[in-house]
């Protein structure tokens, strides 16, 4: 069907001027914010942000890991484009916790939060109004013991229960000679509605990041893991089959054309940036971070180009300051901060702990997608260039105002967070709600007609740097006025295409129209 | 039964004292101060990984200060040793040892622990953590049993020795490194054979390490001691020399034999992700060390000469280098040749000639084979953690070989580089291993 041309033209499209820089206000001295990311060596990483709606009211709530302090759950008290505010709770005071990930577990349509330790994992059960339970044993989840550093989670085909992968970093017990200790990553498949025992996912590289993500579009997704070349030997950036009834097995480069690549691999973030239709990844690091697509799609092989020097991506050092040494990345995120329809990236820095060789004051970046497939640096501009030495975030929509705010968790100093108080493009939010198993879709594709092109969203779990979200998922609008999507159920089936007014919060079913929500 | 690194870093941590008590005990001390040696030297291997600063040149230096420290604390106790003082350059005497007796397990504890926590205050939490619990485990392994007016004495003077040396190591042009090494601008040159960037890594816009053949050298007079002769002239005539030897760097690249394939990733010892090259010779070094049951005094002198003559072999490299600035094959083959080619290794981001493995194991192939004789065979482990097979050699020279024209399967040398690189390292490491250690 040829649609008319003006229709087209009201339809999100990449603008190619210079970015609007988006305007942050730091708000962390008023809401109420006050976990620290505290300990030593044990905690030199993680220090995750996980974001979801536990109450009911739509509005995320956070929380934030304390490393070898107390964990906190805070509810999200912030009036609707109001200032923020949270409030504490006693929900999850758990310490020894790195980092965190909500997800549905038991699709009863209440969070579950999934929580990386030092020492035993836990899944935590939502009970409604940001009430959890333990539920481990419920679940016949074995926590293990050992210092876990990522998470992803998918529901595998024909699965109603979903299959969780943790990374786990170095013993901890290796203090003199730390190098080489690795220890193993797990998969935790289903058995029924509980878990089975854990699979070693062998072998394993101080996993700092987890992402399950269909790179190649077969409907399967593969497990992508990002692993850190300080303390692995003879390790690598890591892809793994997951076949439903098969064990996990590794992408190689003889038999899958994987290549070989070896980086301080500490997050991993994921988006169709060149609209290709393909998932593409930066992954951070230290010194250069890398923007991987694919090389050759029709060869159908985990090749990848880094792209991140002519991107404008490589985030490689402070932009602020005198500081020539080298930069330490953290949580990446993907996200249309100023609302034109085009993804930005967000980078949280921060020194590992008193490395001379790499900066000490090391800015995040906010780096704004052009157009052109480069990204300018404002976070600066924007507000948002702390050098408070971050680890987790998130940027995420606190106050429901179609604009992204930014929570960022750090090492020593606690959190900060900044609300979007200045003019923004056009914007819808969407979620996503499917009944039985699997409620919040993860493992589907949101696809969003942008121009001529269609840029497509894996709803993924897992990622970042030990810190995730769920909830309203966030599209810039630019000047359009509304916005034509559809989605791809995890199951494989196409939805309709849809137009979504502008300005507007959206719940999407399978095999149902759109269900306007409002805040309240 | 073949033991890892971490086994035996954990048996030498773990040995109880008790072992050492009975008739045998003067060899077991000696035991011991050969493990204060390999010890702290295997840890010292990782800190070079793990430490950004640390590329090859700075790995160089590193070894060379710590190694003499060891040999020079021994010297002081020792009349059939003899001290580098007066014979590297610049090098004043040794302090003395305090009246009384000295334990040499101590003394080398203390200088080589001293000596790590300097030459290594830029690597990170865990190294850091490492430095310390290897210093609390290992000092009261060489402690437990002594006296404790001889733990002080020597603790003492094995620090005194360290500070010594380190304080003439500060002035050689090579303490201070920002941005790991890295200037902070470069404008390449603009003839066709001047280097370009080949990384598409930012910080290495810039060559490494620009000024480094400008250090003070250690046995060799200055770093043009040794210099070369030109490249072959830059040509991109087919016929021309140069011009052949781009097109056999590409040859070689796209049908590659596996040992080939084995060779280049086995001595490739990439910057943060190995030891190093000079860290692979002293990997070997130390493997022969255990292997042989040598005593420390012998251990620390060949580990003294080994560091002292790769450091030159790095400067005199570096010097080389910058004289000449040559553009990598990956640049005149993707010129030239085949726009999509990509060789097997990273290229570094320095110029080309020569091969700064090769001058490197030309050195450490001069002073090993003055150490241990000619035809000494021994099997390579270095990389069996790293999942890389062991590689048996018959001699030094002909490790040294191999890991030349490694560089020339990867992709990353011209074979006259290689060849260039080998002779000047054999040039460098004469002078190393002319040193006198021996009474």
């Known amino acids: 069907m040829i649609r008319p041309i003006a229709l087209v033209l009201s339809l ?12 942050f206000t730091d708000e962390t001295a008023t809401a109420d914010l006050s976990t620290v990311y505290e300990g030593e060596w044990e905690y030199m990483a993680g220090g995750g942000v996980a974001t979801f709606d536990c109450s009911g009211d739509g509005f995320p709530e956070i929380f934030l890991s304390g490393g070898a302090g107390p964990s906190a759950l ?7 484009s109001g200032a923020l505010a949270f409030e504490k709770t006693e929900a999850i005071t758990l310490d020894a916790v790195l980092g965190a990930y909500p997800l549905d577990i038991d699709s009863d349509g209440t969070m579950d939060l999934v929580v990386l330790r ?5 899944l935590m059960r939502g009970l409604g109004d940001c009430r959890f339970e333990a539920a481990n044993e419920a679940w016949g989840f074995d926590g293990g013991d050992a210092w876990s550093t990522a998470f992803a989670a998918i529901w595998e085909k024909g699965q109603d229960w979903p299959t969780l992968a943790i990374g786990n970093y170095i013993d901890r017990r290796e203090e003199a000679f730390p190098w080489g200790s690795c220890t193993d990553n797990w998969l935790h498949r289903p058995d029924g509605k509980r878990f089975a025992a854990q699979i070693p996912l062998s072998p394993s590289y101080c996993a700092l990041s987890m992402l399950f993500t269909d790179w190649n579009r077969t409907g399967h997704p593969s497990l992508r893991v990002s692993n850190d070349r300080e303390y692995y030997k003879g390790g690598q950036e890591q892809l793994w089959h997951l076949e439903p009834g098969q064990p996990p097995r590794l992408f190689t480069e003889k038999d899958d054309g994987w290549k070989r690549l070896r980086i301080w691999g500490m997050g991993i973030a994921s988006a169709d940036v060149n609209l290709d239709g393909y998932p593409d990844y930066f992954l951070t690091s230290m010194a250069d971070n890398k923007l991987q697509v694919l090389k050759d799609i029709a060869a159908g092989k985990p090749d990848y180009a880094d792209i991140a020097f002519k991107s404008g ?31 930005d990236l967000f980078v949280a820095k921060g020194n590992v702990d008193q490395m001379p060789d790499f900066a000490a004051k090391d800015p995040n970046n906010l780096l704004l997608g052009v157009g052109d497939g480069t990204f300018i640096e404002a976070g600066d501009k924007a507000g948002v260039a702390s050098v408070a030495v971050a680890r987790g975030a998130q940027v995420v929509d606190l106050n429901l105002d179609g604009k992204l705010d930014l929570v960022v968790q750090n090492r020593w100093t606690g959190p900060e967070v900044w609300r ?22 993860i493992g589907a594709v949101i696809e969003i007609k942008r121009g001529e092109a269609v840029e497509r969203h894996e709803i993924t779990s897992g990622g970042g740097h030990g810190s995730g979200s769920v909830g309203w998922l966030h599209f810039g609008l630019g000047a359009a006025d509304r916005a034509e999507v559809r989605v791809i159920w995890p199951d494989g089936a196409e939805g309709d295409w849809m137009d979504l007014p502008a300005g507007t919060f959206q719940i999407l079913r399978p095999d149902a129209p759109p269900e306007a929500w409002t805040p309240r | 039964m073949t033991l890892g690194r971490r086994q035996l870093i954990g048996y030498a941590l773990a040995t109880p004292m008790a072992l050492a008590l009975g008739p045998a005990q003067a060899a077991d001390r000696q035991t011991i101060e050969r493990e204060m040696v390999t010890t702290w030297y295997r840890l010292v291997l990782e800190l070079v990984r793990h430490t950004a600063t640390q590329s090859p040149p700075v790995a160089s230096r590193a070894f060379a200060y710590i190694g003499i420290a060891a040999h020079e604390a021994l010297t002081t106790g020792n009349v059939s040793l003899v001290s580098l003082a007066g014979q590297v350059n610049g090098l004043p005497p040794a302090p003395a040892r305090e009246t009384g007796a000295h334990d040499e397990a101590c003394v080398l504890h203390a200088a080589l622990a001293a000596s790590a926590q300097v030459l290594f205050a830029n690597t990170g939490p865990s190294g850091q953590r490492a430095l310390t619990k290897m210093d609390e485990k290992l000092g009261a392994k060489a402690m437990e049993g002594i006296d404790a007016a001889v733990v002080e004495r020597s603790i003492a003077h094995g620090r005194a020795l360290a500070a010594h040396v380190l304080a003439w190591a500060e002035a050689d042009g090579g303490a201070v490194i920002t941005n790991m090494g890295f200037p902070r601008s470069y404008t390449p040159g603009t003839d066709p054979e001047d280097w370009v960037p080949t990384s598409l890594i930012r910080q290495q816009q810039a060559p490494l390490l620009p000024d480094w053949g400008g250090n003070r050298t250690f046995a060799m007079p200055t770093g043009n001691t040794c210099a070369l002769a030109p490249p072959p002239a830059y040509s991109e005539d087919p016929a021309s020399e140069f011009f052949k030897a781009a097109k056999e760097v590409y040859d070689i690249g796209i049908s590659l034999t596996a040992d080939q394939t084995l060779s280049a990733r086995f001595w490739s010892d990439d910057p943060m992700l190995s030891s190093t090259p000079p860290g692979h010779w002293i990997a070997i070094a130390i493997e022969l060390a255990e292997r042989d049951v040598m005593p420390a005094d012998r251990v620390a002198a060949m580990m003294a000469v080994l560091g002292i003559g790769m450091a030159d072999a790095f400067i005199g490299c570096w010097a080389t280098k910058y004289e000449f600035n040559l553009v990598r094959p990956v640049t005149v083959i993707k010129r030239l040749i085949d726009p999509k080619w990509e060789p097997l290794l990273i290229t570094p981001p320095f110029p080309e000639y020569p091969s700064g493995h090769s001058t490197v194991s030309g050195a450490a192939a001069m002073v090993l084979t003055a150490f241990l004789g000619e035809d000494f065979a021994f099997d390579d482990p270095t990389h069996e953690p790293d999942d890389l097979p062991i590689r048996s050699f018959a001699s030094f020279w002909e490790a040294a070989e191999d890991a030349a024209l490694s560089r020339l399967y990867g992709g990353i040398h011209y074979r006259f580089s290689s060849v260039q690189g080998l002779a000047q390292g054999r040039c460098i490491g004469a002078y190393a291993a002319a040193l006198k250690v021996f009474a």
């Open chain 1, 118 to 122: 030092q020492g035993e994992n836990r």
């Open chain 1, 74 to 80: 805070y509810r999200n008290r912030s009036p609707q």
């Open chain 1, 313 to 343: 991506v490589t985030a490689h050092k402070p932009y602020t300051g005198d500081d020539p040494s080298p930069s330490t990345a953290w949580h990446a995120q993907f996200a249309d901060v100023n609302n034109d329809g085009i993804a």
């Open chain 1, 420 to 441: 979007q108080t200045g003019e923004a493009g056009a914007w819808a939010e969407l979620r996503l709600q499917q009944d039985g198993a699997n409620r919040d879709a």
């Open chain 1, 12 to 23: 999100a499209s990449p603008a190619l001027a210079d970015p609007a820089i988006p305007t």
